[in-house]
């Protein structure tokens, strides 16, 4: 037995039109209605694949990643992290910009091998005064 497709209805055809296209959303993982537009505080980094899978999560979420550097012995570091946190979470710096990500990397931490030299960290901080 032969079976042919019967032809279809114009009414059951999908005609892609112009405005079709112009309603398609563009690529990301996740939609504009589901995306926080806050910022976000991360638990510290004490080994190399937290940082990769942080800037990864960054960068798939379209958002900035800002970074410090720091160690437990530095008083700088210490001082400048809540600086930072206040603006982040009292002042919300950026959160109109569709929001921000906040690491601290700890170079000092037994499992983080040599990532600060990887990316060429040379000072952790510096007071002028």
Not at 24 to 44: G, K
């Amino acid at each position: 037995m032969l079976i042919r497709p019967s032809l279809l209805s114009p009414a059951t055809l999908h005609i892609p039109t112009p405005t079709t296209y112009l309603r398609t959303r563009l690529f990301s993982l996740l939609s504009p209605s589901q995306r926080s537009h806050t910022n976000r505080v991360f638990d510290p980094v004490r080994q190399p694949t937290d940082l990769h899978t942080l800037t990864m999560l960054s960068a798939a979420d379209n958002r900035t990643l800002i970074t410090l550097w720091s160690a437990k012995w530095c008083q700088t570091c210490a001082a400048i992290k809540p600086v930072i946190l206040r603006m982040l979470e009292e002042e919300k710096v950026g959160v109109r910009e569709g929001g921000l990500g906040f690491v601290e990397v700890e170079l000092d931490a037994p499992l983080i091998g040599d990532l600060g030299v990887t990316y060429r960290v040379r000072v952790l901080a510096l007071l002028w005064g």
